[in-house]
């Protein structure tokens, strides 16, 4: 027997105004998927536009019925009542001042978010005083304050925060974010790095634990999924941070542990047979990874092995040294993605997880037979970056299909975002995809959908992957930013609420939690949005190591964006005008000296 609702609930609605009419004080707005509700403005209720970080209040409540014309996209918040079929608005969050407008569109949007994360993880892991990795600790709580009782030095946390230092100095120019990302790298280098003479490879420990003066490496992972196991992603994020400040340095020395930890790869994670693809977990003393000793982990391949090379670290190797190696490594994992991954006669969802055979493992850990919503779009997004690099109608297809599958089965249509982990196939009498722990939405697969329909938008000029971007990049603007405490929230619920009950969810640092998607997602927001959809120019910045960079040629395109769409406009030295550079090319001829200088370049959209 069904019961009826007849209980008061609030709740959060997206969409776009139908029509606002005067004397009933009430205006339609229509959802993402087409539905139509009635929404009556409470007499109590005010109204904002989205806000950034380093902003005053932007208040719009004495202007807000004015401003609800048609086609405009809103969220309001409020509360459904059983004796009636309007929706009660208590609250309602603009995306723009003008009704066409989204505030994340400015050109300027990203790089201020960017800069005030990178002031915030400052702070909080460094105080007022020197970047001293030593009192780095990977456990923030939500206020930015250290954990007293963790002294566990993670290196892809680290690698992580690194990254987002470096990425906020490339889109900044702050040197104290530079100072930061070299202080990090160098940090990895003294302690988290193992050096194989006789194999002539690096690989990454799992982390530290730093007590005073003393200090315990640990070398294995100690994660249940991954314990007593070196996983595939660990050393691949170990690379994160260090190829990020590469790309800004052009140090030698990160080149040269790159090489070594890339020879890890192809010589141990790599399955040379016809098979191919990488293996996910090495045992920690054989470096086998067919071992008895990985248990569920033996001979495995999933995702992360396969295809978290591009983004964490392979694609800003590929665009700092334009090594033909690089880019067949790229070719190579996406092939692989594009071959094995897609499983539609089934799902939806792209299968993630794999035997050595590239059969299907569905009885793996905490996976199963279920679908991290994020990887999908993840996928999506990667494959039109590597489609400017090496163009196949295969990479556009699968981007496309699954650009096309994920709005009905992984995002929320009635109040904007997108879900989490989601079981990949319906079960009898079902006809909605299950969530496997919640409905809560992190805010890292965000990221995920808005880079995906963002460059989607940008390469194939499609207004329906617009309007997504937009969307997602409202929702995330609107519902992740600690606008109070600073930072981003690791999750919020379905509404937009923020989550703290307690444990990584309640922190802005944790294993899961570091510098990185909140930083990447700025950057590449604020490059795809400018340079191909909004055709506005953007600076960036590079100091590098008089030498450094092979023949002083420094590479300066942003990402891996369609040929022929971005040049150099203008280029300076030291706040000096330099004209030294390939427009087109996207390098700049640096200057012999024994000084670092500071490089600044602007690049336009043609």
Same mark, same amino acid.
């Given at each position: 027997m069904t019961t009826k609702v007849e209980? &008061?609930?609030?709740?959060? +609605?997206?969409?776009?105004?139908t029509e606002y009419d005067g004397n009933s004080d009430t205006f339609g707005l229509k959802t993402s998927d087409g539905r139509e509700f009635q929404v009556k403005i409470s007499p109590m209720a005010f109204a904002k536009v989205i806000q950034n970080f380093d902003e005053g209040y932007p208040d719009a409540t004495a202007a807000m019925r004015a401003m609800l014309l048609p086609g405009r996209y809103l969220f309001t918040y409020g509360v459904f009542y059983p004796d009636s079929d309007r929706f009660d608005a208590k609250q309602i969050v603009f995306a723009g001042r003008q009704r066409t407008d989204y505030v994340f569109e400015k050109q300027d949007w990203w790089v201020k978010q960017v800069n005030a994360l990178g002031k915030f993880y400052l702070k909080a892991q460094f105080g007022e005083g020197e970047y001293d990795y030593r009192n780095y600790r990977t456990t923030l709580n939500l206020s930015g304050i250290q954990s007293t009782t963790n002294f566990r030095q993670e290196t892809d946390t680290i690698s992580r925060l690194v990254y987002g230092f470096a990425t906020a100095f490339m889109m900044t120019g702050n040197d104290s974010f530079l100072k930061a990302a070299e202080r990090g790298t160098e940090y990895l280098r003294e302690h988290m790095r193992f050096v194989d003479l006789d194999e002539g490879i690096v690989y990454w420990y799992h982390g530290i634990d730093v007590k005073g003066e003393k200090e315990d490496k640990i070398f294995a992972s100690e994660f249940g999924d991954d314990y007593y196991a070196i996983p595939a992603y660990e050393q691949i994020y170990a690379l994160a941070g260090p190829i990020q400040t590469y790309r800004c340095t052009g140090d030698p020395r990160i080149m040269d542990d790159t090489e070594k930890t890339i020879k890890l790869f192809n010589e141990f994670f790599l399955d040379k047979t016809e098979k191919g693809g990488y293996f996910s977990h090495l045992d920690p003393l054989t470096l086998d990874p067919r071992?008895?000793?990985?248990?569920?982990?033996?001979?495995?391949?999933?995702?992360?092995?396969?295809?978290?090379?591009?983004?964490?670290?392979? #694609?800003?190797?590929?665009?700092? &040294?334009? /090594?033909? @190696? =690089?880019?067949?490594?790229?070719? =190579?994992?996406?092939? &692989? +993605?594009? /071959?094995?991954?897609?499983?539609?006669?089934?799902?939806?969802?792209? *299968?993630?997880?794999?035997?050595?055979?590239?059969?299907h493992d569905q009885s793996?850990?905490?996976?199963?037979?279920?679908?991290?919503?994020?990887?999908?779009?993840? #996928?999506?997004?990667?494959?039109?970056?590597?489609?400017?690099?090496?163009?196949?109608?295969?990479?556009?297809n699968l981007a496309q299909k699954i650009a096309d599958l994920m709005? !009905? %089965?992984?995002?929320? *249509?009635?109040?904007?975002?997108?879900?989490? %982990?989601?079981?990949?196939?319906?079960?009898?009498? @079902? !006809?909605? =995809?299950?969530? %496997?722990?919640?409905?809560r939405k992190a805010w890292w697969q965000q990221e995920q959908a808005i880079l995906a329909y963002m460059i989607l938008t940008g390469t194939l000029n499609n207004k329906e992957y617009h309007r997504l971007a937009r969307e997602a990049a409202a929702f995330y603007n609107a519902w992740f930013l600690d606008l109070e405490e600073g930072g981003v929230y690791f999750n919020v619920l379905a509404n937009g609420i923020p989550y703290l009950a307690g444990g990584n969810e309640r922190g802005k640092g944790s294993h899961s939690m570091s510098g990185y998607h909140s930083f990447e997602l700025c950057y590449l927001a604020a490059v795809y949005t400018n340079l191909l959809i909004t055709k506005q120019p953007m600076d960036f910045y590079f100091k590098p190591i008089p030498g450094g960079f092979p023949d002083n040629i420094l590479r300066v395109s942003p990402d891996i964006l369609p040929p022929g769409s971005v040049k150099i406009g203008k280029c300076e030295i030291d706040g000096e005008p330099y004209s030294n550079f390939d427009a087109e090319a996207l390098t700049v001829t640096l200057p012999k000296t024994s000084e670092r200088v500071k490089v600044k370049v602007q690049i336009v959209p043609v």
């Open positions: 209980f &008061t609930f609030s709740d959060l +609605i997206a969409g776009y105004v071992s008895e000793t990985l248990g569920h982990n033996k001979g495995t391949k999933n995702w992360n092995s396969v295809g978290d090379h591009a983004p964490a670290y392979l #694609i800003n190797l590929w665009l700092a &040294t334009g /090594k033909q @190696e =690089y880019a067949d490594m790229l070719e =190579y994992t996406f092939d &692989t +993605i594009e /071959k094995y991954f897609p499983d539609y006669d089934n799902s939806p969802f792209v *299968q993630e997880r794999f035997h050595e055979d590239w059969s793996w850990g905490w996976q199963q037979n279920r679908a991290v919503v994020g990887h999908n779009l993840k #996928i999506s997004w990667n494959l039109m970056r590597m489609q400017s690099l090496k163009a196949k109608e295969s990479y556009v709005p !009905d %089965v992984g995002s929320d *249509q009635q109040r904007g975002g997108w879900y989490d %982990v989601v079981e990949r196939t319906l079960a009898e009498g @079902e !006809d909605s =995809y299950r969530f %496997v722990w919640h409905d």
